[in-house]
C-alpha cells in the first residue's frame, strides 16, 4: 500500500488524515494543530499553532545544532514549557503564548491574537548544523506578514527564557546539550474535518500517545482513549494499548432503549511509535526487536478479540489490519516514500491459521518485554530467539490467504490487493468486514 497519495509529503499526519479517509491534498494546513491539540491546549477560530522541537542552539553563530535536544524528556520538558506557557509576546500586547509538553522532545505551542494567518513558514532548517530560521509570509496578505512578525519575537523570547533557565543550566554542568530553542514548524489553523462517524458509518476510538495522531484524532471526531503507561516511545506499556484497543471493541454499549450493543466503538486504530524511533535513531537491532514486540501485542489482540467472539458465541465477528503510515529505513534515518506493508484478516480465519483455539490461548497476555541488549546490536540473538522470525507473537508465521509472507515491490504485486494508495484503505476495509457503505461517504 502507498501510504497517502503520490506527491504529497510522507509525514505521519498526512499519511494518517488519509488512512482515515480524508484527501490531505484539500483539507491539510499544517500539523501544528494536531500536535498541540493532543498535547491538551485549546484551540479557537483564528488561532495558530505548531509542531514543536526542543533543540540546541549555538547563540553565538545562530546554527542549531541538533534538531532534537534530548529524546528522553519528559521529567524536564514539562519543567521548561511551564516556564513558555501564557507569555505575552513581546511588541504584540494582544498576543498570547500557550505551550505544553507532548511526548519524547517535542510540545505544542499555540498563539492567540487578531489577524493571526497559517500562511507562514516556520523556524525549523529540518537538519542539524543549519542556520536557525525566521518565520517568513508565505503570501502577500497583511495578515501573513503581522504573523510572521509575531512568531519571530515569539522565537526570540523562548530562546531569552530557555538560556537562562535552571534545567538547561544543569543539563550543561551534567554535559549534555541544553534545550536552549524550540524549533516551530507544521503552523497551522484547527480544521472542522467531517466527522469520521458521519463519513464511515463507525463509531471509532484510538490509542494513540503521539500527540499529533491524538490531534488528528480529535479533529476527525475519533474518541482517544487514555491508556495509563501508553507513553509514545520506547517505554511505553504494549500490553496495556491492546488491552484498551479490545475493550473498547468488545464492551457493551447500552443504548437509550435499553439494549446493548457489543462494543462501544466499531473501528479502533492502535499507533505505535517505537518502530518508527528506530528508524530516526539507525538502529537496525532495536527496529527488530520492536518489530517483535508488536507482533506480539497484535496477538494479545487477536486472543483477546477471540476470546469476545467466542462469548458472543459468533454473534459479532472482529477484523484485523496490521499496516503503517510510512517508512523510516535505518539507514537513511528519516520518513521515506516506499509503500508499506498491509495485511487484514478476519480475526477467526487468523486463529485458524495460528491453529486453533488452542494456540490461541498460548498467546500470552500481561507485559511484553522490551528488547534485551537490542542496543548493544544484539540482532542475530533477537533472530535466534524468534526461530529466525522477526515477531515472537506467532502471526509472522501464520501466512493463510493469498501466501504472500514478505513484502518488496514483487510480492507485493502478487497479493490479493497489490498496491493501492492508503486513501482506499478504510474502503477495502470496510468492504472485507462487511461494514454497509455510509450514505455520506463519497
Known sequence: MDPVEPGLACGSDTAHMSLFGYDPRHLYRGRGAYESMGAGLEMHPGDIAFKCNFATLDPGSGIVLRRRADRRFDEEGPLLCAALDSLAIPGFPEHVMSVKYATEHRCGVVIRGPGLTDAISGTDPLKDNLPLLQAAPLDASPEAAHTAAVVNSASVLIQEILGSHPVNAQRVAEGKPPANVVLLRGCGCRLALPPFERVHGMRGCMV???????????????????????????????????????AGLTSPR????????????????????????????????????????????????????????????????????????????????????????FAIAHVRHAVHALGGNEAAQHIALGPIPHPSGA???????????????????GLARAVWGDGVAKFSEVDATEGALGRFPGSQMLGVVKQFAGVAPCPNEA
Open 208 to 246: 494513540s500517545p503521539t500527540k499529533i495522531i491524538a490531534g488528528l484524532g480529535m479533529c476527525a471526531g475519533i474518541h482517544v482513549l487514555d491508556v495509563p503507561g501508553a507513553t509514545g516511545d520506547y517505554k511505553t506499556l504494549f500490553h496495556r494499548k491492546a488491552e484498551a484497543i479490545a
Open 254 to 341: 447500552e443504548h437509550t432503549s435499553g439494549a446493548h450493543s457489543p462494543g462501544t466503538f466499531d473501528f479502533a486504530f492502535l499507533h505505535v511509535k517505537a518502530v518508527d524511533d528506530a528508524g530516526h535513531d539507525g538502529s537496525v537491532a532495536l527496529k527488530v526487536g520492536y518489530l517483535g514486540v508488536v507482533d506480539a501485542m497484535v496477538g494479545q489482540v487477536v486472543r483477546l478479540l477471540w476470546e469476545a467472539e467466542q462469548a458472543q458465541h459468533g454473534r459479532q465477528r472482529y477484523t484485523i489490519v496490521v499496516t503503517g503510515d510510512h517508512s523510516t529505513p535505518v539507514e537513511f534515518g528519516d520518513h521515506s516514500n516506499e509503500p508499506v506493508p
Open 375 to 393: 542496543e548493544n546490536g544484539a540482532i542475530g540473538a533477537l533472530l535466534e530467539r524468534n526461530n529466525g522470525v522477526i515477531g515472537s507473537g
